[in-house]
């Protein structure tokens, strides 16, 4: 959230060469398949919290002064609020920043700076049951230090993990992909080793510090990768690609336009595009296009846009239909054609919600329905619970966008909105 301010920003990078790319033909040594949705071409659709027409509301709160939670909206359009909570009795964590669903395991990321009398959050990553919520494995920050990297001059063998932590991304049980500000961690879940990636971290004050290069905001699966954006003081802004059973980046696209990581959307099955932007209010943005077979950009276009994430974890941009959506920290809400390049401001949030003066998260796009949700509250700090919160979903299949549904005080500063369906693949 905004509210954070106080995190510092982190930057450097090491140099890397060119590695094996994460193509179709490519075999890595994994376990195999343990559901049909993981590489056998076939998706299966779970029930309960899982249901792909659902939609999860990871709600942050104002994390001074109390845990976060989850609000389900189901696909008919009930709100079931602390879902979480009712499951299990217990709160998720405290800070929450991000959550994924793969192979029916729910995998949830928290700061857990925070801890009140009696109710303790369960941990900083809480894995559960996708279909009923149901508690399976927590770690504490403890639990998840690393092996110094070579080259390190810590004094420390093993080093911490440090607060705020930013997304989470899972290939499968053995792969689970977290940072923080430090770099960019590979978790084996099976034995709990935490690895730090190489090639997404850089060496900073002479070696005593270790820090990230890898910005995950937007992270984004195709087939058995992930792929982010990456930059900083010390490198180029570039994407990288990660692979399963791998403590390195796979491959590394350096040298691409623009300043600050705005986020990343998929356009086609082997597409996707690294949207960058300038500093905040700066209309000097940059889509480029990259086939990840060829591994190299095919289109770059310069739109004059603001497209900034601010300092949400989320992307700063969203896909549905040909339009990105896209708000640079405002409560108005513009549309970019990937036809025709024009844009247009589509949504002004205070015409339905005239006390919702701040964004609480990114505006999320589901594709499948052109739905597009955006959370505002009146108030925006963390030490203060707002009066009034808003969950707005907006029908923007049309010439103009429908409110189809205005949500008031069932979440809770979300910091990310999930339709459930993104996580469904092939």
């Known amino acids: 959230m905004r509210k954070q301010i106080f995190y510092i920003v982190w930057m450097a990078c090491v140099g890397m060469g060119m590695l094996p790319g994460c193509k179709e033909e490519q075999k890595l040594e994994q376990p195999s398949a343990e559901t049909p949705s993981e590489g056998t071409g076939e998706i299966v659709y779970l029930d309960g919290y899982a249901r792909p027409d659902g939609v999860l509301i990871l709600n942050q709160g104002a994390p001074a002064i109390e845990n976060s939670s989850i609000t389900y909206l189901t696909p008919d359009g009930k709100i079931e609020e602390g879902v979480y909570r009712k499951v299990n009795g217990t709160a998720l964590g405290n800070g929450a920043q991000d959550l994924w669903m793969d192979n029916g395991k729910l995998y949830i990321l928290s700061n ?4 009140f009398g009696g109710d303790e959050g369960d941990g900083c990553l809480v894995i559960a049951d996708a ?21 390190s001059l810590d004094k420390d063998e093993w080093i911490s993990l440090s607060v705020p ?4 991304a899972v290939l499968d049980e053995r792969n689970i992909f977290f940072a923080e500000g430090q770099g960019f961690f590979r978790l084996d879940g099976t034995t709990g080793e935490v690895n730090v990636v190489e090639g997404a971290y850089h060496f900073g004050n002479k070696g005593n510090t270790v820090e990230a290069v890898a910005i995950p905001r937007g992270i984004l699966r195709v087939g058995d990768c992930l792929y982010c954006g990456g930059g900083g003081f010390w490198e180029s802004t570039r994407l990288l690609e990660f692979s399963k059973g791998m403590n390195k980046v796979s491959r590394v696209l350096p040298d691409l336009k623009g300043e600050f990581i705005s986020g990343l959307f998929q356009t086609g099955e082997r597409e996707i595009v690294l949207a960058t932007c300038g500093r905040k209010g700066e209309k000097n943005s940059y889509l480029q296009f990259v086939d990840l077979d060829e591994w190299k950009v095919t289109k770059s276009k310069k739109i004059s846009e603001d497209i900034s994430a601010e300092f949400f974890n989320t992307s700063g941009v969203t896909l549905a239909g040909d339009y990105l959506y896209y708000a640079a920290g405002s409560t108005t809400i513009k549309r970019l054609s990937l036809k025709t390049w024009k844009s247009e401001e589509f949504i002004n949030v205070l015409n339905d919600a005239p006390e919702g003066k701040y964004l609480n998260c990114n505006v999320i796009a589901d594709p499948t329905n052109q739905y597009v949700y955006v959370a505002v509250s009146n108030v925006y700090r963390e030490n203060v619970k ?4 808003y969950l707005l979903v907006y029908d923007c299949s049309g010439n103009t966008p429908s409110l189809v549904q205005k949500i008031e005080n069932q979440t809770n500063y979300p910091i ?10 092939k």
């Not at 932590?165 to 989470?168: D, G, L, T, W, Y």
């Not at 990310?416 to 693949?425: A, C, L, N, Q, V």
Request: charged share 35%; no cysteine.
């Open 386 to 389: 707002p009066d009034k919160n």
């Open 112 to 115: 857990g700076v925070y801890t």
């Open 416 to 425: 990310g909105i999930y339709p459930m369906r993104k996580f469904y693949h």
């Open 165 to 168: 932590f930013e997304n989470i």
């Open 131 to 151: 279909v009923t919520l149901k508690r399976e494995k927590t770690y504490k920050l403890d639990d998840l230090k690393f092996k110094r990297p070579e080259g």
